[in-house]
């Protein structure tokens, strides 16, 4: 294979949507590349390639940086989903080994953060410490909008707004309430 070509060509994609996320992220291709340290007509490159592949534009240029264009929140869906499959893959393959390994996204309420999971992760990090964690504090809607979106892996609030569109995995009363 001459050394031109990546090795693994679904790795190079994966990079390219990561690229795009930061980019909608970011709300500017300037910002974006300053934040991944990388030159801006660069990224703006590798951008317009993908839309040329994808066969649509999925940036709006505005006065200010970009937007997504409808093209480009259907494609922001589809990232999200594929990042978050290929991570649980890779967190099942590391388990076959014995291994785990992964970085877990938190978002939550304030009143958990402080004393509850804290402990938690901190357990859980003892029997495996390959395993990262970020923890955002949000409120219920935003937390479970950060779900919904797989911004985040898991959302731990008191009374959730939007039951139906969501498994709770456990739900626990409050020592005041027993």
Request: hydrophobic letters at 40%; charged letters at 25%; proline letters at 6%.
């Amino acid at each position: 294979m001459p050394e031109s070509q990546p090795r693994h060509p679904a790795m190079k994609h994966l990079q390219t949507l990561r690229l795009i996320q930061d980019v909608a992220r970011a709300g500017s291709i300037r910002r974006a590349a300053e934040d991944l340290n990388i030159t801006s007509s660069a990224l703006n490159r590798r951008i317009q390639q993908f839309e040329a592949e994808f066969g649509a534009q999925i940036f709006e240029r505005i006065p200010r940086g970009v937007r997504l264009n409808p093209a480009g929140e259907l494609l922001m869906h589809h990232i999200r989903v594929q990042i978050t499959d290929l991570d649980r893959v890779r967190g099942q393959v590391s388990d076959l080994s014995g291994t785990r390994r992964g970085h877990v996204s938190i978002a939550c309420s304030q009143a958990l953060n402080p004393i509850f999971l804290p402990t938690q992760i901190a357990r859980y990090r003892a029997d495996h410490p390959g395993v990262t964690f970020s923890v955002r504090v949000r409120d219920r809607a935003a937390a479970e909008h950060e779900l919904g979106t797989f911004s985040s892996d898991l959302a731990l609030v008191f009374e959730p707004l939007y039951l139906v569109d969501f498994e709770v995995l456990k739900a626990i009363p409050s020592p005041s309430a027993r």
